[in-house]
């Protein structure tokens, strides 16, 4: 399902080492707007720790946003020091292609990680990349992605429920094998 993300995390520090280890992700593209800053625009505390930290161990990681105040994202990405995209207008697919020429990388070694569904999700696996959605860090959202918060909701619930009978069959799997064992 195209606006189901591959996997669902609380906030982008917990995307550690071992977990893109563990996929091959060599890089990393990052929304901003309620992923990295919330709508005060106070970074995430830790965000810079985090990123240095993929970065040290090899991770390329690029902002991508849709966002047109190109100076908030450009003080995020010279905080975190590493290179953005703007009007991205994900889920389009152009500017994904330009991030994958930019980090020089093919859609299986990259990931997107953001708080939207109809943008960072659907533009991720309409690429063929990882797609992790985040919890939004702000509940105070702007305007548009207010309108859109309903349908994701309702997304993330099927997500999860999809998740429970996944996780409940591989339990009845494993107990039958248990048992014929
Ligand atoms: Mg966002």
Redesign the pocket.
């Known amino acids: 399902m195209i606006l189901y993300p591959d996997f669902y995390f609380n906030n982008v520090k917990e995307i550690e080492m071992e977990f893109l280890n563990d996929h091959r992700i060599r890089g990393l593209l990052v929304?901003?707007?309620?992923?990295l800053i919330d709508t005060d625009r106070n970074m995430l505390e830790g965000a810079k720790e985090w990123c240095d930290n993929l970065k040290q161990n090899g991770v390329k990681v690029c902002i991508i946003s849709n966002t047109n105040k190109i100076k908030k994202v450009q003080k995020v990405a010279m905080e975190l020091d590493i290179p953005y995209i703007a009007f991205a207008k994900k889920p389009a697919k152009k500017a994904f292609h330009k991030a994958m020429e930019m980090l020089k990388l093919v859609p299986n070694q990259m990931a997107i990680v953001?708080?939207?569904v109809t943008?960072?999700i659907w533009g991720g696996n309409r690429v063929g990349m990882l797609t992790i959605l985040t919890k939004?860090l702000d509940k105070k959202d702007i305007l548009i992605?207010k309108v859109k918060r309903p349908f994701e909701k309702i997304i993330i619930n099927r997500y999860m429920k999809y998740m429970e009978r996944e996780q409940a069959e591989i339990e009845r799997e494993q107990a039958e094998m248990d048992k014929g064992g």
């Open positions: 929304d901003v707007d309620n992923t953001g708080d939207q943008t960072d939004p992605t």
